[in-house]
C-alpha cells in the first residue's frame, strides 16, 4: 500500500481546511434565516468568510483540530496494523505542515508530545467488512463543543424542562435541555448526534458516531425521524443563535439512534458538534493505497462559495482600541459595542492562567492595560520566524477559577475569548474596570488575518497552544459582550433561552 500514508494525510489536510457539502448548505441556510445586521447575523458572515479563506489557503477552518477520530473499515486480509501504523504516520506529518494543531497532552504530566501521538491518541476503531475496498472516515471534534457534550440518566430531572422519563417526550426534553446548556460555548449554531440506550460509554460512542450521518438524510426509523424534525424545530426557538448571541439559528443538525439498553439503566447520550462541523471520509484501493472515492462530496458539484460580502461589514460606529487601554476608556464601553484591535496583545489560556496564579510574569511581558486572548494558535516555524496558520478564540468558563485575580494583579483591561465569563469574573470586570470581549469562535482563518506579526512567545514549554505568544494585530473585531458596569450579554440570553425551554416543557 505505497500511496496509503499520502491518501491519508490528503484526508486530514481536506477534513481540517474543507467543510463539507452538507454543512455548507446547512451554514448557508443558517445565514439566510438570521436576522440582518444582528449580533447573530454578523458573527454567521464572519463564519462564512473563515469557511471561504480556509480552503482558499488550505488552512484550519478552526485552530482546535480536536482529537482525531478514525472509523476505518478493512476487507478480509488487510492488516489493521499497517493501516494504524499508517494512520499515526499521517497525523503526525500533518501536524508537521499545520494542518493539525499539537493536540495530544500527557494527562499526567501535562506535556504536549508536538505531533498529535500519544496514548490513545488518535482514536482509531476498526471493524471488517465484506467490501473489497478500504473505508475510512474521519471526525475532528474540537474541546469546545466536546466539553458540551452530556448524558442524562431517566428519569430524571432537568433544568427548565421537569421530569423527563423513559419514553421518547422524556428523550425529547434531554435533547432541548442539551442544546439550552451549550449556549454559545461549543460554537453555536451546532449540531447533535443522540443515542438513546446502550450503555454509558457505548453510548457516547455511537451519539458521536450519528455525526457521520450527513445533516439532509432521513432517519430510516420513522419515530427517530419525527423525533429530528420536531427537535430541529423547537430547538431554533430557543433563541440562543451564533455564538450565544441571542439569534433564530441555534441548531443545524440532530441525528438519533437508538441502541438497546439494559432493563435496569436508560441512557441518553448526546455528542455536541460545532458549526466547524469537520467530518469526510474516503474509500481506498487495498492494493495500493490509492484513493478511489471521496466521501459525503458529489465530484460533480463545485465547493460552494459561503460569503456573499465582506466578512464583517463595517458601520463606522465600532470603536478603536489601541493597547495599552486605559480606565475610562474601557468604562466607556458597554456590551453591544463593536470594537476594532490595533495594537499588541498577549495570547494566554489554560496552562498560562494556572502558572499566573502563582508565578510572577514571564520577563519582558507587561499586561498593564493589555488584552488577554483566550487562544491556542496553529503556529509553524519556519526559517527561525514563527508563522499564524490558524487563531481564533478557545473557551473562556475554563479560565474562570483564575481569571479575576489575573485582571487584578497585573491590571488587564480587556479579555477576550468566546462563550462569555462567570459571575467572578463580572465583578473583577466591574471592580478593576475592565471587559470581556467576545471573538468569533471557529473563525480562525479570519483572525489568523488580522495578525500581522509574532512578536515574542513565553512559556513555550507548555507546549504552542499553550504558550503565552505576544502578537501585534490590526483592527481584530470582537463584541463587548460582558462591561465594567455588571452588563452580561451571556447571562442575559441565558435567562431568556431558559424561559424559552420552560415554554416548550409544556408543548
Ligand atoms: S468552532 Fe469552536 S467549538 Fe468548534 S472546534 Fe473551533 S473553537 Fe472548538
Known sequence: MQFLVESLIELITQTSTNLPPDVRAAMKEALGAETPHTQASQAL?????????????????????????????TPVGVSQIAVKKAIREAV???????????????????????NNLGVETPVIHFDQWEEDEIEVKLILKGGGCENKNIQYSLPADLEHMGKAGRTLEGVRKCILHAVWQAQGQGCAPGAVGVCIGSDRAHGYDLAK??????????NVIPELAALEDSIMEEANRLGIGAMGFGGKVSLIGCKIVAANRL??????????????????????????????????RDPARPVERMATGAGFPLSGREIILRP???????RALKVGDVVLITGECYTGRDAVHAHLVKSPLPE??????????HCGPVMLEQNGAWTVKAAGPTTSSREEPYQADIIKNFGVRAVMGKGGMGKKTLAALEENGAVYLN???????YYARAIDKVLGVS?????????????????????????????????????????????????
Not at 464572519?46 to 482546535?64: H, L, R, T, V, Y
Not at 503526525?92 to 508536538?114: F, I, Q, W
Not at 519582558?364 to 486572548?373: H, I, K, P, S
Open 324 to 330: 495599552p487601554l486605559g480606565e475610562e476608556q474601557i
Open 364 to 373: 519582558g511581558v507587561d499586561l498593564r492595560g493589555a488584552v488577554l486572548y
Open 209 to 218: 458516531g450519528a455525526l457521520f450521518r450527513t445533516l439532509d438524510d432521513a
Open 263 to 296: 432493563p435496569a439503566s436508560f441512557f441518553v447520550s448526546v455528542a455536541y458538534e460545532c458549526w466547524a462541523f469537520r467530518r469526510l471520509g474516503v474509500r481506498i484501493e487495498a492494493g495500493s493505497g490509492a484513493i478511489t472515492q471521496w466521501l459525503y
Open 92 to 114: 503526525a506529518e500533518a501536524t508537521k505542515r499545520g494542518k493539525l494543531r499539537p493536540n495530544s497532552v500527557d494527562s499526567l504530566t501535562g506535556k504536549n508530545s508536538g
Open 459 to 507: 512559556l513555550l514549554d507548555f507546549g504552542i497552544p499553550e504558550a503565552m505568544w505576544r502578537l501585534h494585530v490590526h483592527d481584530f473585531v470582537a463584541i463587548v459582550t460582558m462591561d465594567a458596569h455588571g452588563n452580561s450579554l451571556h447571562a442575559d440570553v441565558e435567562r431568556e433561552t431558559g424561559r424559552h425551554l420552560a415554554e416548550l416543557q409544556k408543548v
Open 45 to 73: 458572515n464572519i463564519i462564512a468568510s473563515n469557511i471561504d479563506m480556509a480552503k482558499d489557503d488550505e488552512g484550519p477552518i478552526c485552530q482546535d483540530t480536536g482529537m482525531p477520530t478514525f472509523v476505518v473499515h
Open 439 to 445: 471573538a468569533i469562535g471557529g473563525a480562525a482563518q
